[in-house]
């Protein structure tokens, strides 16, 4: 989602990490899923890809709830 919603945006990974104030190295992992992020940062990216940061909840019954952050 983050490989392309920054292509779609025609931004580089070192465009993306001054917007969110990180460096692109911190880019780089999350967009190979070797960075474990915080709220924090997850809202930092969601603003900067302009998109909206969603929660979930899931329940054993398979119950669903999202919540925007």
């Not at 465009?15 to 460096?23: I, K, Y």
Request: hydrophobic fraction near 40%; charge should be negative.
């Amino acid at each position: 989602m983050v490989i392309g919603r920054r292509i779609e945006l025609a931004i580089t990974q070192e465009e993306l990490a001054e917007r969110m104030g990180t460096s692109s190295s911190t880019i780089s992992r999350i967009e190979s899923g070797q960075h474990v992020t915080s709220v924090r940062t997850l809202e930092r990216l969601a603003d900067a890809l302009e998109v909206k940061l969603l929660v979930g909840f899931e329940t054993e019954a398979g119950d669903r709830e999202l919540v925007a952050v």
